[in-house]
């Protein structure tokens, strides 16, 4: 399941639809924080591709935010269960 249009507006207005590292509007792209490896597509459907782990990243080659960030913070494991969760309440 790809981001929803709706989805890649929200994080991209959120931002300014600017590189949230660096504030480049140029070569913007979306980038996971929690990587969308398959294992984490089957424990986090839903957190996944949603806005709270998606962030505008340029991908310029003089900052190539999207490349540095892998080494910054990460999202936890627990936040995308407690996501899940509180989706889940909303369906009962």
Request: glycine residues 4%; positive net charge.
């Amino acid at each position: 399941m790809p981001v929803s249009k709706e989805t890649y507006e929200t994080v991209m207005s959120k931002y300014g639809y600017c590189c949230a590292m660096c504030g480049s509007n140029q070569n913007i792209e979306l980038h996971h924080k929690m990587s969308k490896s398959k294992n984490n597509i089957k424990k986090y459907p839903n957190f996944i591709h949603s806005e709270y782990n998606l962030i505008p990243l340029c991908g310029s080659l003089s900052n190539n935010c999207h490349l540095r960030y892998k080494h910054i913070l990460k999202i936890r494991d627990l936040e995308a269960q407690e996501f899940e969760e509180e989706l889940s309440k909303g369906k009962e």
